[in-house]
């Protein structure tokens, strides 16, 4: 199967396979049917039970007979077998044409796993238009923080040793207490960080006095850099630090030949991202709206006990 490069996320990727079976302990499947092809994790809820999931995936042309031989494809192979439904993440943008597809392929669409919304910057723009596309204040914040002798850093591979790593988490776990936020364990980063194969990630660090004051990780994957967590500390915003790392990473990747950079998730509904939504899109990227999470229900009074007790928890 051929596929564009663009419409292949990183969670389908090799590396992040390699990610999900050797450090998060998870059974994984590529299957292929018709003009679709994904990695499918089977995902277990207790008990015994289990569904089967392709995170922004699969990839490939969504038409009908396609869209059969995949769910046929998985129902066929002996691990899947006891799965009661499978969930699917087109990582294509939103078509009126995939929807009717999955639609009257008998999916149904049901709330986002991925983030259903992000914005993307064209790297393939010259550095001056990349400023000049951005909000007034974050350009006067890249200034601001470069005035103030704010140093950008990063690390990648065997360099992010133990030290470095110890870096990072303590920040990253202050933010997320407070900011009350739930995150993986330490493992799951320390894994991130190791990615290989067709993906790797690289730690950026901001410092001011040579303290962490903000941090990144950045996954590269083939045409595309992706933000895909971030830290602060608190009492350094008049550094403008985030922000300063970001355009470092942006600026990194485009230097690197890559030529999209994708700031990983934004939405216009919910109340609880407009902070992180209106800092990612000050910097001036496109909005893109995927097409979403849609389920196959294999059994369906376990898929409605299963929906029944997620509402609940």
Not at 22 to 29: E, G, H, P, S
Request: glycine share 8%; proline share 2%; with cysteine.
């Amino acid at each position: 199967m051929e596929e564009k490069k663009e419409n292949i996320s990183l969670l389908q990727s090799r590396g992040w396979s390699e990610f999900q079976r050797n450090v998060l302990k998870k059974d994984v499947f590529r299957i292929s049917a018709g003009t679709l092809e994904g990695i499918v994790l089977k995902s277990p809820i207790g008990g015994g039970q289990y569904y089967a999931y392709a995170p922004y995936g699969p990839a490939g042309r969504y038409d009908a007979q396609s869209i059969a031989s995949f769910v046929d494809e998985v129902r066929s192979r002996d691990e899947l077998k006891r799965a009661f439904f499978l969930r699917i993440e087109p990582f294509r943008e939103y078509s009126e044409e995939i929807s009717s597809a999955l639609l009257s392929s008998r999916f149904r669409r049901v709330s986002c796993v991925q983030p259903e919304e992000t914005a993307l910057i064209d790297l393939r723009e010259e550095e001056g238009k990349l400023l000049s596309n951005m909000e007034h204040d974050t350009r006067y914040a890249i200034r601001t923080a470069e005035r103030r002798g704010v140093n950008v850093r990063s690390h990648e591979g065997s360099d992010v040793d133990a030290g470095i790593f110890s870096e990072f988490w303590k920040l990253f776990s202050e933010t997320n207490e407070r900011h009350a936020l739930r995150a993986y364990g330490k493992e799951y980063y320390e894994g991130l960080l190791s990615l290989g194969d067709d993906c790797r990630a690289k730690l950026y660090f901001a410092d001011v006095e040579g303290r962490v004051v903000a941090a990144a990780i950045i996954v590269f994957f083939n045409n595309r850099a992706t933000y895909l967590y971030a830290a602060s500390r608190r009492g350094f915003g008049r550094y403008n630090a985030p922000t300063y790392l970001l355009w470092n990473a942006i600026r990194d990747a485009k230097r690197s030949g890559f030529s999209t950079f994708d700031l990983w998730g934004v939405s216009s509904t919910n109340k609880k991202w407009e902070g992180v939504t209106a800092f990612k899109k000050s910097f001036g990227g496109s909005l893109v709206r995927y097409q979403g999470t849609w389920d196959y229900v294999f059994s369906r009074p376990k898929y409605l006990a299963y929906r029944i007790l997620k509402k609940i928890a």
